[in-house]
């Protein structure tokens, strides 16, 4: 079977031009749907799944032979974007100076569908493969991670993530930073702001002090990034505050630097005695490192772009974060990255490279047929 250029475009324009932003499950649910369907007509099995109390599901695609329970290549990708609906009407899909615009191709269906129409092409691989297409990716993954985990305790030799190559090269993605976010709540006492102001214990003084001390923990030496993003506190401007609270997002690229935060944010103490502190640290999703299998895997895929005529290298360790690091924390060689190439993603000018596309769909062919 062969592919061209045109055929590749018309599917994943079908595909970005039904929104479906994370926070509409409706419409990711309206997404499966049309996907399992595009995948069933190309002779590929499909399955819904719910995954927590999502009302979208996930979608699994397979050449997986019935009884088969061998360990293949998982493939990764997510159905959800970042955009709401109506973006189409500010970004509709339209092709400028070699570049396919639209809300979401290039994170991630171009990716999803280039994944699915090779593995359609290739039928006869070596390891099964199941494509699995989440819907809440762009939320943390918060109800299809156990999901995610399960399956491919299951089922991954490999996993392969279909998310968007690095730009400036189609790079692939060995290693992500871990994410995480960090609460922190100041409890001071309310006073009238004119006749009791010195009886008053402000939490946002207090809360001031610890954005400060918080934004001093990045190292960008150490690959460490603390960011306060949001703050609300206190009630009007005429009350001395008397709760404030904060949160922040924070990247660590290993678990030894996890630890390290983790004592600092335990060490945190107010300026004021007679104000109160809680402070929290949640990791969404630990870090993605690079160990030999994976730089084994990494080696394999290399060559193989180099036959589809691509000339890929492997990115530096990124501050994004996606499924794979939660398969590549299981010990299962995962590499990321190769989705479409291109830029823009989560904003307006979100493209990719049309003139690539094709070469990439040959590589994702290669490497499902290759992998063993």
């Given at each position: 079977?062969?592919?061209?250029q045109d055929t590749l475009i018309a599917g994943i324009?079908?595909?970005?031009?039904?929104?479906?932003?994370?926070?509409?499950?409706?419409?990711?649910?309206?997404?499966?749907?049309?996907?399992?369907?595009?995948?069933?007509?190309?002779?590929?099995?499909?399955?819904?799944?719910?995954?927590?109390?999502?009302?979208?599901?996930?979608?699994?695609?397979?050449?997986?032979?019935?009884?088969?329970?061998?360990?293949?290549?998982?493939?990764?990708?997510?159905?959800?974007?970042?955009?709401?609906?109506?973006?189409?009407?500010?970004?509709?899909?339209?092709?400028?100076?070699?570049?396919?615009?639209?809300?979401?191709?290039?994170?991630?269906?171009?990716?999803?569908?280039?994944?699915?129409?090779?593995?359609?092409?290739?039928?006869?691989?070596?390891?099964?493969?199941?494509?699995?297409?989440?819907?809440?990716?762009?939320?943390?993954?918060?109800?299809?991670?156990?999901?995610?985990?399960?399956?491919?305790?299951?089922?991954?030799?490999?996993?392969?993530?279909?998310?968007?190559?690095?730009?400036?090269?189609?790079?692939?993605?060995?290693?992500?930073?871990?994410?995480?976010?960090?609460?922190?709540?100041?409890?001071?006492?309310?006073?009238?702001?004119?006749?009791?102001?010195?009886?008053?214990?402000?939490?946002?003084?207090?809360?001031?002090?610890?954005?400060?001390?918080?934004?001093?923990?990045?190292?960008?030496?150490?690959?460490?990034?603390?960011?306060?993003?949001?703050?609300?506190?206190?009630?009007?401007?005429?009350?001395v505050p008397g709760r404030c609270e904060a949160e922040?997002?924070?990247?660590?690229?290993?678990?030894?630097?996890?630890?390290?935060?983790?004592?600092?944010?335990?060490?945190?103490?107010?300026?004021?005695?007679?104000?109160?502190?809680?402070?929290?640290?949640?990791?969404?999703?630990?870090?993605?490192?690079?160990?030999?299998?994976?730089?084994?895997?990494?080696?394999?895929?290399?060559?193989?772009?180099?036959?589809?005529?691509?000339?890929?290298?492997?990115?530096?360790?990124?501050?994004?974060?996606?499924d794979a690091n939660f398969t590549a924390a299981l010990?299962?060689?995962?590499?990321?990255?190769?989705?479409?190439?291109?830029?823009?993603?989560?904003?307006?000018?979100?493209?990719?490279?049309?003139?690539?596309?094709?070469?990439?769909?040959?590589?994702?062919?290669?490497?499902?047929?290759?992998?063993?």
């Amino acid at each position: 079977m062969h592919t061209t250029q045109d055929t590749l475009i018309a599917g994943i324009r079908k595909w970005v031009e039904i929104e479906s932003p994370s926070q509409r499950p409706d419409t990711i649910a309206a997404l499966a749907n049309v996907i399992a369907g595009d995948a069933a007509a190309l002779g590929l099995k499909t399955s819904l799944h719910k995954v927590g109390s999502f009302d979208a599901p996930a979608l699994r695609i397979s050449n997986r032979a019935d009884g088969n329970t061998r360990k293949g290549i998982v493939v990764l990708g997510h159905m959800d974007t970042v955009h709401p609906v109506g973006t189409l009407q500010e970004n509709p899909f339209r092709i400028e100076d070699g570049r396919a615009y639209g809300p979401g191709i290039y994170d991630m269906k171009a990716g999803d569908y280039l994944a699915m129409s090779a593995l359609a092409h290739e039928p006869e691989t070596a390891l099964p493969v199941d494509i699995l297409l989440t819907p809440d990716e762009e939320i943390s993954s918060v109800h299809s991670r156990g999901f995610i985990e399960d399956f491919a305790r299951t089922y991954a030799k490999y996993v392969l993530v279909a998310e968007p190559a690095r730009p400036n090269g189609g790079r692939l993605v060995t290693e992500r930073k871990g994410i995480g976010r960090i609460r922190l709540c100041t409890c001071g006492r309310q006073a009238h702001a004119g006749l009791q102001h010195a009886l008053g214990r402000s939490a946002i003084k207090e809360m001031a002090r610890q954005v400060l001390a918080l934004e001093s923990l990045t190292d960008y030496e150490r690959g460490i990034t603390v960011s306060v993003g949001t703050i609300h506190g206190g009630t009007t401007p005429n009350v001395v505050p008397g709760r404030c609270e904060a949160e922040a997002d924070f990247r660590v690229p290993d678990m030894d630097a996890l630890q390290q935060l983790q004592q600092r944010i335990e060490s945190l103490r107010t300026a004021d005695a007679d104000v109160g502190l809680q402070a929290s640290l949640n990791l969404r999703r630990p870090p993605m490192n690079k160990t030999a299998q994976t730089q084994a895997l990494l080696d394999t895929l290399l060559q193989l772009s180099a036959q589809a005529g691509l000339n890929i290298e492997e990115a530096p360790m990124t501050g994004g974060a996606s499924d794979a690091n939660f398969t590549a924390a299981l010990g299962i060689p995962s590499i990321d990255g190769l989705g479409a190439d291109g830029d823009g993603a989560h904003t307006l000018h979100e493209h990719i490279l049309v003139d690539t596309l094709v070469k990439r769909h040959e590589f994702w062919r290669l490497v499902l047929r290759g992998l063993g």
